[in-house]
């Protein structure tokens, strides 16, 4: 155990560190250049350094009260994220690797945002049913967004897209983008029409849930949790570069129909896949794509990405052709599969896997299957595990396995999942996935003739 002074600023040049946090006494970690951190017990204990340099977001560990009462109207850096924690959790700050965490009970705190009083009823029910969590505060109209998350420190959102005056989407770009702040959808929004969703997805929101219908309440609650806990473990994804789409260039002369790529998806799945598939040339293998998605917006994401793309991307139907220059998605609470001759997919709504319907697990099964092609399996951001498992399968059966990095990933579960476990063969940050995908097309490409 290291003795800490308050107010003294700790560097890699002071070791690894672990210690309790005292009560009145509050652990700021700087996410920068060198790793630095300060405990402090006021405000004026933050090195005058960091209050000019607002470029490296902060998390700031300990009680949200004493928190709130050492920064009033303070302008904390952006992606600053506020970990409540009760007295006496212990703080590992690892200098030498660059991380910080804890061990100890953690306040979970929520804002909702939504002007009809039955759904947030609903929603205040239901998160404060959680383990740890509750509701720090509920507003009706986007434009008093601002002054609550000043005011509550929560630790992510529930945005309702149809509000009265500035809508879901044009919340996300003035007030939640700017601040980095993890938000998660909760709509009403029309399956059929998942335009507004597709736009807030793209405008930063992580993750979307439909409202439920009368009689599916339990639905919702285990869908929440989820996508609460993954928007708790979240970062905000990669600022999207200026200019037009640069594409990557066609993997040499080879054959399309010999190969076969497969993806799996979660949370910040939507925004990956859009890297991914804009910057893709118009020659493309196969590729099928099981995203973590509700019933009906799987087509809006397929529409979104056919208008982007060179090719056609469309969701995915029983029996549609595997071929070369199309890319399949599993619909929404289907589960996607190869058929055994491999030139056709089925869509089947049997039982949830790993908590999902689409399941990653069931697709990459059905893949490790089928003989005919060369197989690129590639495991995206997401939460939980699913998909993991049968992607050692295709690896041992000689697929090459791809898994998104940590720093790329708004949500490292389902690659780390796949890096622990040995499934993996290649860890790619999302802006090399392009290229990388193409180039090992080209090497496979050279073996097989």
Not at 197 to 209: N, P, Q, S
Request: aromatic share 6%; glycine share 10%.
């Amino acid at each position: 155990m290291s003795e800490l002074h308050f107010g003294a600023l700790l560097g890699a040049a002071t070791g690894d560190l672990q210690f309790t946090l005292a009560p009145g006494m509050v652990f700021i970690w700087r996410n920068a250049s060198s790793a630095e951190g300060v405990l402090i017990e006021s405000a004026a204990d933050v090195p005058p350094s960091w209050q000019r340099e607002i470029q490296y977001p902060w998390k700031i560990f300990g009680n949200f009260d004493l928190v709130k009462s050492l920064f009033p109207g303070f302008r904390f850096p952006v992606g600053t994220k506020v970990v409540g924690l009760r007295d006496g959790a212990l703080i590992r700050a690892e200098f030498t690797r660059r991380s910080v965490s804890f061990s100890g009970v953690r306040e979970k705190r929520v804002l909702i945002v939504e002007d009809s009083p039955t759904i947030r009823k609903l929603l205040r029910h239901t998160i404060t049913g959680f383990d740890g969590w509750s509701i720090c505060a509920e507003v009706e109209r986007a434009e008093d967004i601002p002054a609550a998350l000043e005011e509550h420190y929560p630790d992510l959102l529930t945005l309702d897209l149809n509000l009265p005056g500035l809508n879901g989407v044009e919340a996300m770009k003035r007030f939640l983008a700017p601040k980095q702040f993890p938000t998660i959808l909760v709509t009403s929004q029309p399956k059929a029409d998942g335009g507004l969703v597709m736009d807030a997805l793209d405008a930063g929101a992580i993750d979307y849930l439909q409202k439920p219908e009368s009689g599916k309440l339990g639905e919702l609650k285990n869908d929440l949790l989820i996508k609460l806990e993954a928007g708790l473990r979240s970062k905000w994804h990669l600022k999207k570069p200026s200019g037009p789409v640069r594409r990557v260039a066609t993997a040499g002369n080879f054959d399309p129909d010999k190969f076969l790529i497969v993806i799996g998806s979660s949370t910040g799945g939507t925004q990956a896949l859009q890297e991914i598939f804009t910057r893709l040339p118009e020659k493309i293998p196969p590729i099928l794509v099981t995203q973590h998605i509700p019933a009906g917006f799987s087509r809006s994401l397929a529409m979104r990405l056919n208008e982007l793309c060179p090719f056609e991307v469309k969701e995915a139907e029983d029996h549609d052709e595997v071929r070369a220059g199309r890319i399949l998605i599993a619909p929404g609470d289907h589960h996607l599969s190869l058929t055994a001759g491999g030139k056709n997919v089925r869509i089947v709504s049997s039982e949830p896997i790993n908590r999902f319907r689409p399941s990653v697990e069931f697709m990459f099964r059905s893949v490790t299957k089928v003989s005919g092609r060369t197989v690129i399996a590639v495991m995206l951001t997401g939460m939980g595990k699913d998909g993991a498992e049968a992607m050692l399968g295709l690896r041992t059966a000689g697929a090459i396995t791809v898994a998104q990095d940590e720093a790329s990933s708004i949500v490292f579960g389902m690659p780390k999942e796949a890096i622990r476990i040995g499934a993996a063969a290649h860890v790619k940050g999302l802006g090399e996935m392009p290229e990388f995908l193409m180039s090992l097309l080209t090497q496979m490409n050279r073996k097989i003739g």
